[in-house]
């Protein structure tokens, strides 16, 4: 079945790096995008961006860029988020998401499916 | 950006009852717009995507309607398993959004 899974919890100090993969399995991994969605604890989703497995050409929403990359490896079928200089405020429940794509009353649509399981951020001193 | 104003931000209703979601856009979206259900510690699932296209799998006592800036979500015959937060996604963009969520608690 189609599935994505996500690398276990990480704690990390505050200015640490972490590096979240999502492993795609079920499907060709290069027909649909990667998405990631940051929720902190409590709060509602957010949209950090996504990227196109074919071209590997990413989108950052407007809050997320600089620190926050997305890479790919397309031989294990895996998109991989990473988090530079981490803040407390970087605390938070990181999903990856398959940006699906069909053909609805003629135009092209997208929605979210499936998602990941979720990799717990916790960063603290 | 386009940003989704849901109401209410949380409600309570019985099994059985009628409950409605609304998502409003701050610009026409046509109907780029996705429902999702999350439950506590889990990842949110689509139920509706393209404002009305019932997801393969999803109850059909869930049906979504509305186009351009307002749409509504709808549960005829609230079951116990209905419990969780609800959000609209629009993917008009990018940027992506969601609206910020609707607490649903079965009384």
């Known amino acids: 079945q189609v599935q994505l899974v996500q690398s276990g919890s990480e704690l990390k100090k505050p200015g640490a790096s972490v590096k979240i993969s999502c492993k795609a399995s079920g499907y060709t991994f290069t027909t649909y995008g990667i998405n990631w969605v940051r929720q902190v604890p409590g709060q509602g989703l957010e949209w950090i961006g996504s990227i196109n497995t074919n071209t590997r050409n990413p989108t950052y929403a407007q809050g997320f860029k600089g620190r926050f990359v997305f890479s790919l490896d397309t031989s294990v079928s895996t998109a991989y988020l990473q988090i530079s200089s981490l803040k407390a405020a970087d605390t938070a429940l990181y999903f990856c998401?398959?940006?699906?794509?069909?053909?609805?009353?003629?135009?092209?649509?997208?929605?979210?499916?499936?998602w990941g399981q979720g990799t717990l951020v916790t960063v603290s001193s | 950006d386009i940003q989704l104003t849901q109401s209410p931000s949380s409600l309570s209703a019985s099994v059985g009852d009628r409950v409605t979601i609304t998502c409003r856009a701050s610009q026409t979206i046509n109907t780029y717009l996705n429902w999702y259900r999350q439950k506590p510690g889990k990842a949110p699932k689509v139920l509706i995507y393209s404002a009305s296209s019932l997801q393969s799998g999803v109850p059909s006592r869930f049906s979504g309607s509305g186009s351009g800036t307002y749409f509504i979500l709808t549960i005829s015959g609230l079951q116990p398993d209905d419990f969780g937060t609800y959000y609209c996604?629009?993917?008009?963009?990018?940027?992506?959004?969601f609206g910020q969520g609707t607490e649903l608690e079965i009384k």
């Open positions: 996604h629009q993917t008009y963009g990018p940027p992506y959004s």
């Open positions: 998401a398959r940006e699906f794509a069909d053909r609805v009353s003629g135009s092209i649509r997208y929605w979210f499916d499936p």
